[in-house]
């Protein structure tokens, strides 16, 4: 699975905006596999949506995740760099919630 995630960040990287659909396409990738790999790496904060219209989107990299896919080619652990991109993410939703109580 890491090798998936990292291709697609990769591809992203040298490529830019693009849909699942391309990304499947130029990877040779099952489609399904794209998407929920994609949809995954969104939530994680690793790819952001430019465009959305129906079912049809364009993602490109951002900035964590080029930081993501830095510490990825340096061969840092996948699982290392998910398990602290969420208790970063639980960070900042913490100090909103603390922000929003004030």
Do not use: H, W
């Not at 040298?14 to 040779?28: F, H, R, T």
């Not at 993602?59 to 398990?83: C, H, M, P, T, V």
């Not at 970063?88 to 100090?95: G, S």
């Amino acid at each position: 699975m890491s090798t998936i995630i990292k291709d697609i960040l990769v591809y992203f990287e040298e490529q830019g905006p693009m849909s699942p659909g391309d990304v499947a396409q130029k990877l040779n990738v099952p489609r399904y596999k794209v998407l929920a790999t994609i949809q995954c790496l969104s939530e994680l904060g690793f790819l952001e949506s430019l465009y959305s219209r129906g079912s049809y989107k364009i993602y490109q990299i951002s900035l964590l995740g080029k930081n993501a896919l830095e510490r990825l080619k340096s061969e840092e652990s996948l699982r290392d760099i998910l398990e602290e991109s969420l208790m970063n993410e639980n960070l900042l939703k913490n100090n909103e919630k603390g922000k929003a109580e004030a």
